[in-house]
DNA sequence: CCAAAAGTGTTGCTTCTACACCCATGC
DNA sequence: GCATGGGTGTAGAAGCAACACTTTTGG
């Protein structure tokens, strides 16, 4: 056990992106061979996390998993629910994994998630990190299934009333790309001419002279998020309401 | 130190109220003479909240709490943030208060709010116990000022897409009740005759065949929500947009 | 009969939905 | 010149905002 952690606070990390279609999760596998045949062989996939040092405030934990993954410095996370349950670390494997980090079994995770844009790839994918579809995960260890499930529930809330859509996109996107997006992670279909209608009723979706290069049809034009201008507008007519 | 505790974890909970066409928390006075001129007395309010339980979940903390103060067993309880920064107890009263209770310097709270509604009288209001608007707060300790700022905000997100707006208003309510609860918690007015066309075009909001006694005007129609109905509908509709 | 709050309808305007074809480009 | 996805307009329906007076009751 390392004596600069907290013996019992971690953070996890839901780390999503759209591909193929498709929202993903990012997952690290866990395994651990005690050389022991009465003891379960763990070959299973967890969240990236982290124990909280005692020099790191919550956020800066979340950061440095962050980084390590993307290699970038700057993120919107998003910190969405704590678990801390008695009872939460509980399957054999579990409470193996755990002791044999030197951790308490009482242990009680701070959850973020990270959007990360369809067009990044990150820069320490190693062999123990994959993407997989929302719809067909692996098999998880502790209660990581829910806590995706609960990230998830939380970005669909949240993509209504907070300008999140514009994280999973590219920084300059096309209008189809964006109502991809919003088909993508709240699995409805929208109809492409009012859905431009709405969108190009927005002052902070900025259009710019610019159109995509090195497609084999017509190249579709560019627009950008204005952070600055969505910030001095009110915002109570929202780009959808599914 | 109580041996079951676990000495790094505690709940705060934010309970919500409406009295006096505002928004009010419940404040526990927080007291603490050392009889040492050198010391500071402390004495200034915080939330309400307990050290977690080396036997109890998160959710039983916070309604053990909730039980103590309501006398009541069921509630909606909502966790919204989990604070935990290195540096967030550093005051000299904060300090001297949590090393009276034997706890850790490093102690991660997990914020929940609970809404009261506004015909509710609380069972155990002694006298350290007491309601203040939520724009009038006495001297608070710790960072409960901005745990209270946060349920506050995660409120006003939250009441225009779930059903949150109900358990501030009593279980049978009149319409102008309800939508003085809207205008008193999102501080904005509402026309009254386009607000009740809005909640009469809702299956889950049923009228009863029963109307307010005692008092000295026309007595109103009492209406109630029917979770039922509301769960059986899929609402993007919502009662209100702003 | 008076005070106090409850309750009720209409109109013009804005926004939403549904729907099908031409356009620009790379190959 | 053709295949591919990009991009555009209209009309009817629905919902929204603005607005003032009558009703019911207790005292």
């Known amino acids: 056990m390392d004596f600069r952690k907290i013996d019992n606070l971690s953070v996890d990390c839901v780390v999503l992106k759209l591909e193929d279609n498709a929202l993903n999760v990012l997952l ?63 399957s054999e494997k579990d409470v193996l ?20 844009a369809s067009n990044k790839e990150l820069l320490n994918m190693d062999d123990s990190l994959k993407w997989f579809k929302l719809k067909s995960l692996p098999q998880l260890g502790f209660d990581h299934l829910q806590i995706i499930n609960d990230a998830y529930d939380d970005v669909k809330t949240k993509i209504i009333t907070d300008p999140l859509i514009f994280d999973f996109v590219p920084i ?29 009723s927005k002052s902070y979706i ?10 084999s049809k017509k190249p579709s ?4 998020f204005s952070k600055d201008v969505y910030n001095q507008v009110v915002e109570t007519d929202f780009i959808i309401h599914k």
């Open 206 to 215: 900025v259009p710019l002279d610019e159109k995509q290069k090195g497609v």
């Open 97 to 116: 994994w755990v002791r044999s980090r030197g951790a308490k079994i009482r242990t009680i995770t701070v959850a973020y998630y990270l959007i990360v």
């Open 172 to 200: 300059k996107f096309t209008l189809n790309e964006l109502q991809v997006a919003y088909e993508t992670i709240l699995d409805v279909e929208l109809d492409n001419r009012n859905f431009r209608k709405k969108v190009s």
């Open 221 to 224: 034009r560019l627009y950008m």
């Open 28 to 90: 690290r596998k866990r395994t651990l061979n005690l050389y022991n045949e009465n003891l379960p062989v763990i070959d299973d996939w967890v969240l990236p996390g982290h124990y909280v040092l005692k020099s790191n405030n919550l956020g800066e934990t979340a950061n440095r998993v962050f980084k390590e993954l993307t290699g970038e410095n700057h993120f919107n996370r998003n910190q969405f629910r704590t678990y801390g349950n008695a009872a939460r670390i509980k």
